[in-house]
């Protein structure tokens, strides 16, 4: 065979090797990706935490990567979301794939699980609702797929969210938000949660730090929410306050006021679940934060935020004995969300760290700033 001829025959051979990669490799990214030896978290804080946002990520491998990284970093807590929808799209169908390979790869990276239980499937709510339209007629439906959830990960996930900014017409589907619906809902959802798993811990709340007036279509403010739930005999029916703490453009230090949305608000829903008698209780941030987005209004500057990251971690360690974690929102996002949404992130789409991701590792470590 000539030269020619051979040169041929190898580009030829070449293309169809890389068409056969093409074809292949969509099939392999779908294979189980080995969990590896067991890990545990180094770090100077055991109540750093940052929510994960894994629910759309395909990728068992990057999967891993993701939790890997959480690890290196220095947080022990990741919250992440499971949506009901995906897991049960009909009555009589689950799909525990995802979930799995999520809560698996979290807990062999030593990463405490704080599971977020919610959005509804088509079939349990009313045609034209969206998937946060929740009415009392499916409460149990929700209450068994949540202790379907607790069994399947008995040991491995011991802390659950119910809902998601219930005191938010948007996160409340577009009903008028009424917190003595929420509470009912934890009233048939708590029982059946603990019957199926007594050592989960449930938490509640999770409200959006909010100014909205009284009347407001859109929403009612946190803080009168939190009383109404106490009021509609709420205490009885969760274990944990879960709280959302963004910083605004204010510094973690800024005091806490009524009329302003900052950090330290979070000590205001914490004397209201004092004032009602659950002193006893701990509280948990699941979503906090800065964002540093250079044309944003409620931004900071990308130093500001990283400054700002480690003070909140550091005042949870050191000033609230009440609080178990705090959750950063958020650390990766599968692709870019080509918004603001993009400068809470601590890595990118790639898994390249960003400053904030390299002082905190510094910080966890122990590592003079």
């Not at 065979?1 to 190898?10: G, N, T």
């Not at 929808?85 to 169908?93: E, H, K, T, V, W």
């Not at 790869?105 to 088509?122: D, W």
């Not at 009329?259 to 004092?274: G, H, K």
């Amino acid at each position: 065979m000539s030269e020619r001829s051979w040169k041929i025959v190898s580009i030829v051979s070449l293309a169809l090797i890389l068409i056969g990669l093409l074809i292949w490799r969509p099939w392999q990214g779908g294979r189980p990706v080995s969990l590896g030896p067991q890990q545990r978290v180094e770090t100077i804080n055991p109540k750093m935490g940052v929510h994960t946002r894994l629910t759309d990520e395909v990728e068992p491998a990057k999967i891993k990567r993701t939790l890997e990284m959480v690890r290196e970093m220095g947080a022990p807590w990741i919250v992440e979301y499971f949506p009901w929808a995906y897991i049960q799209p009909r009555p009589d169908a689950r799909n525990w794939v995802h979930a799995d390979d999520v809560v698996n790869h979290a807990n062999r990276q030593g990463l405490t699980v704080v599971a977020r239980l919610g959005f509804v499937p088509e079939w349990a709510r009313p045609k034209g609702t969206t998937p946060l339209y929740l009415d009392e007629e499916h409460f149990e439906d929700f209450g068994r797929y949540a202790a379907e959830f607790v069994t399947r990960y008995a040991g491995k996930v011991d802390y659950v969210i119910i809902g998601n900014e219930p005191n938010l017409a948007l996160e409340w589907g577009y009903q008028p938000v009424d917190p003595a619906q929420y509470v009912r809902l934890l009233q048939v959802v708590y029982p059946m949660i603990k019957e199926a798993n007594p050592d989960v811990q449930v938490l509640a709340g999770a409200l959006a730090p909010t100014l909205a007036p009284p009347g407001s279509e859109w929403g009612v403010n946190d803080l009168d929410y939190l009383q109404a739930m106490y009021d509609a005999g709420a205490a009885d029916y969760f274990d944990i306050l879960a709280i959302h703490a963004y910083g605004g453009v204010f510094s973690p230090d800024e005091p806490a006021a009524t009329d302003e949305i900052n950090f330290r608000r979070a000590e205001l829903l914490r004397q209201i679940m004092v004032e009602n008698g659950d002193s006893h209780k701990q509280a948990m941030i699941t979503e906090a934060g800065w964002n540093d987005h250079p044309r944003w209004t409620r931004a900071v500057r990308p130093g500001q935020r990283i400054e700002y990251t480690i003070r909140a971690y550091e005042i949870a360690q050191e000033e609230w004995p009440w609080l178990d974690a705090i959750a950063m929102w958020v650390f990766r996002f599968p692709w870019d969300q080509k918004s603001y949404q993009d400068y809470f992130t601590f890595v990118d789409t790639d898994f390249e760290p960003k400053p904030i991701y390299e002082e905190v590792q510094r910080y966890a470590r122990g590592e003079a700033q």
